[in-house]
């Protein structure tokens, strides 16, 4: 009995075991890892800004700032002071006005002519600014403190925007070429830092010129202030009433009462007018004098009172400006020296009041990107019109033929010339870099004549004093099948194909060899160009018409705008780097998003930048980091800069759910359906809409799905079949947008669909219950042999054991099988 109860204490302990044991089974493979899953993509190019403004911080005095004064009272006399220090640095420059005469106002400009140095109108164009008001006297529209940017388009019309910073009173009207803005800003320190962006402000004030804005002209600084006016009414000056109304006329006696007592003592007072032809009947002593308040004077000294030899008038007008040929005119009372002196036409009868504006400029700065731009608007004509185009009389946008995109432009000359022309006012140099390019298609030319042509040709002007006008022509066909002559300030060239009809010609020509003809013509180099045509002419009963497109001159900049290569990392921050090649020296910024935060520069010497050598601030959702002038002159032109920034995980969100559950969990059976979740979040907090995301589920079969978000950064995949093998898998999700970049995981764990546990239980309750049948049958078995033993042989008595134990079982036996 025993080992029979030895076997089944070790039956049960098994079967007690085996549960635990099948749980323990993982059936199929696992991919799960616990190593730092990252990913990289390239991100959007970001945009260098160069700072095109000469001696924006007055360090070195004026020069090339040029001074415009106009109606000064005090012109020259400290109208335009350096002073010291300025807003972190050690100069400033301070402007002055105080008003002069009576006209519209008064003002002191310092001026910066972009003209050479050309600078593109973008969409990334920006004006900084520091000033400071320091006196502001009027109070009127034309008293205030402003900068200035002259904008040029491509049909010549000019465009200001006035950013103004203080004002007497509310700002000028907009008109079609000027707008005003009242431009608020941060402070620091009594100062007023100025930050705009002048694409978005020009778009606002000059919608309808918008689209062809070209460059920027100038940069002025202003101080405007305007004089007030007193009458020149001296209330001694009075009228010997007759008529009984109440203001003079010509039949009455003026007098001069230099003690106001108003009453006419003809031993003290003079009389100033007593009549024309015939002279008035003699004053009587002591008659009561009275005033009128339009008996006026010209007050040539401008002390506010009258003088002798001073004209006095009636100001029938009311207007303070000695009228004599309206209708009626100014009757003058007193005229005729030596007492008075005679009244000019136009003489103000009214003296000013001067009031003085004065303000203080600093750092004034305008950026403007730099990379491939295109000095013609609208070249190609794809926007379904001439837009950009002047002088279209003659052409319209074709849609029939192109030789690209959709669109080019027709002219149709029906014995006549017409010329489609713009106006490139940006007037950028001719150098190695200058290209025209442009396509022509010859439709017809019925015409033999010189008269008959088709060409696109260049206006130029060289850089003497003079600016002297110069033309380039390139020609696609003649009538004569020949060109006209060079002329001193005009050449002549052929198109590649020229003469061809029904056929696209084009040109691709650089322009510096092309100037070489002026050089020796005695014009003075560079050469700037001005304005661009597409001609189209015939003679007299003839037609010309001729399609042109791809009309392009690009402007190549370098750098071109930073590269960028976006890294994220699983539940950390994500990190960019930029690389800008060939920067020259010069102040500039990196515009990168507002949720960026720079880890560190590198300079083109492969150095980290000190914190102190650049700066960072945050405008309109955009983080701009900027490398002033004294920086950049450490290292060498046309170098390489590298920016490396950093911002929170934008992938803020990712679980699991069951499918018909909202409840997160990371605990599924195998085989069934679960709903993929993701968020994600600029690093305010922000949702970021319409970012692409990507989930990567990594398992004996991976799966993936992409998408993009929502308005609140959801992006979901619903109804996702999880595999049958058990075991922990890893659902990656990675969201990339334009500004910020996201990856996370986490880990899902699959349970095994089918019962192998609980067959396996069964099964082993089944095989105990079979054995503890057989060990009971064995059992009752021998309980029954021992009750019937056979009689042994003699030879089997010699084989028993020899112990006594032994023996004593056998007398035992024995006894048990006595009857």
């Not at 100014?330 to 020296?337: K, L, R």
């Not at 013609?376 to 946008?397: S, V, Y």
């Not at 409840?663 to 692409?692: A, E, H, R």
Request: some cysteine; hydrophobic content about 35%; glycine content about 8%.
């Amino acid at each position: 009995m025993g080992s029979t109860v030895l076997l089944q204490r070790l039956l049960l302990l098994s079967l007690l075991a085996l549960p635990i044991a099948v749980s323990q089974i993982n059936v199929g493979l696992s991919t799960g890892t616990n190593q730092l899953l990252t990913y990289q993509t390239s991100g959007p190019s970001a945009p260098i800004s160069f700072q095109r403004i000469n001696d924006s911080s007055f360090e070195t005095g004026i020069a090339p700032w040029t001074e415009i004064d106009y109606n000064n009272h005090t012109s020259g006399l400290q109208t335009i002071q350096i002073v010291h220090p300025g807003l972190n640095d050690n100069s400033a420059i301070q402007l002055t006005v105080n008003s002069g005469n009576l006209t519209i106002d008064s003002h002191v400009t310092l001026l910066q002519d972009l003209s050479r140095n050309p600078v593109a109108f973008g969409n990334s164009l920006r004006l900084r600014a520091s000033i400071q008001s320091l006196t502001l006297q009027g109070s009127t529209t034309t008293d205030r403190v402003e900068i200035s940017l002259t904008l040029a388009s491509s049909i010549g019309n000019n465009a200001r925007i006035h950013y103004v910073l203080a004002s007497g009173s509310s700002l000028p009207t907009n008109t079609t070429s000027d707008g005003y803005l009242a431009a608020t800003g941060t402070s620091s320190s009594g100062w007023t830092l100025l930050d705009r962006n002048v694409a978005t402000d020009a778009a606002t004030i000059f919608p309808a010129l918008f689209t062809i804005l070209t460059s920027v002209k100038d940069v002025r600084l202003s101080v405007y202030s305007t004089s007030q006016s007193t009458p020149t009414y001296d209330p001694r000056i009075k009228y010997y009433e007759t008529g009984g109304d109440s203001y003079w006329n010509t039949t009455e006696y003026v007098v001069y009462d230099p003690d106001s007592d108003g009453t006419y003592d003809n031993t003290r007072d003079t009389v100033l007018y007593n009549g024309t032809t015939p002279v008035l009947p003699p004053l009587p002593n002591q008659v009561p004098l009275v005033n009128d308040q339009w008996i006026k004077f010209v007050d040539t000294n401008l002390n506010g009172q009258w003088d002798p030899g001073e004209a006095i008038v009636y100001d029938w007008h009311h207007d303070g400006v000695y009228d004599y040929n309206s209708n009626p005119t100014d009757p003058t009372i007193c005229g005729s020296p030596p007492l008075c002196g005679p009244p000019i036409v136009g003489s103000l009868l009214q003296d000013p009041v001067r009031e003085q504006t004065k303000a203080l400029f600093d750092q004034v700065e305008l950026y403007s990107t730099n990379g491939n731009y295109d000095w013609i608007h609208n070249g190609g004509f794809e926007t379904g019109d001439l837009n950009g185009w002047g002088n279209t009389a003659g052409f319209i946008a074709a849609s029939n033929l192109s030789h690209s995109g959709t669109f080019s432009s027709l002219g149709s000359a029906p014995g006549t010339t017409i010329d489609l022309a713009q106006s490139i006012d940006g007037r950028p140099a001719v150098d190695s870099s200058t290209r025209l390019l442009a396509s022509g298609y010859i439709g017809s030319m019925t015409g033999g004549s010189s008269s008959d042509r088709a060409d696109v040709w260049l206006g130029l002007v060289d850089s003497s004093p003079q600016a002297n006008p110069l033309a380039i022509y390139y020609y696609f066909k003649t009538g004569t099948g020949t060109l006209p002559s060079n002329t001193t300030d005009t050449v002549n060239h052929k198109v590649a194909g020229f003469g061809s009809f029904f056929q696209w010609l084009s040109l691709n020509q650089s322009l510096l060899p092309e100037t070489g003809y002026f050089d020796v013509a005695g014009y003075t180099a560079p050469y700037r160009i001005e304005t661009i045509g597409l001609e189209t002419s015939a003679q007299t009963s003839s037609t010309t018409t001729a399609y042109f497109d791809d009309i392009s001159t690009p402007a190549f900049y370098t750098p071109t705008p930073a590269v960028s290569t976006y890294y994220a990392a699983d539940g950390i921050n994500s990190t960019y780097a930029y690389s800008a090649a060939r920067v020259p020296q010069g102040s500039f910024y990196l515009s990168v998003p507002a949720g960026q935060s720079v880890l560190n520069i590198t300079s083109p010497a492969n150095t980290i930048l000190q914190a102190s050598d650049y700066t960072t601030q945050t405008v309109a959702g955009t983080r701009l980091i900027t490398v002033p002038i004294s920086t950049s002159l450490k290292y060498a032109s046309l170098g390489e800069w590298r920016f490396y920034a950093t911002s929170q995980n934008a992938l803020t969100s990712l679980y699991a759910t069951a499918t018909g559950s909202n409840n997160p969990t990371s605990n599924f059976n195998g085989g069934s359906s679960i709903n993929l979740v993701s968020q994600s979040k600029d690093p305010l907090g922000s949702p970021l809409s319409n970012s692409n995301v990507t989930f990567l589920f990594y398992s004996s079969s991976t799966q993936a799905f992409n998408g993009r978000t929502n308005n609140q950064g959801w992006y979901n995949q619903t109804n996702v079949a999880l595999p049958q093998n058990a075991g922990t898998n890893i659902l990656e999700a990675i969201t990339v947008s334009s500004p910020y970049i996201g990856l996370r995981t986490t880990q899902l764990t699959i349970n095994s669909a089918f019962p192998w546990a609980i067959i396996g239980y069964a099964s082993i309750i089944g095989a105990a219950l079979v054995l503890f049948g057989l060990f009971y049958l064995r059992s009752r078995r021998r309980r029954q042999v021992q009750h019937v033993v056979p009689l042994q042989s003699s030879s089997a008595k010699r084989n028993l054991p020899r112990t006594g134990g032994d023996r004593q079982k056998q007398v035992s036996r024995n006894d048990a099988r006595t009857p």
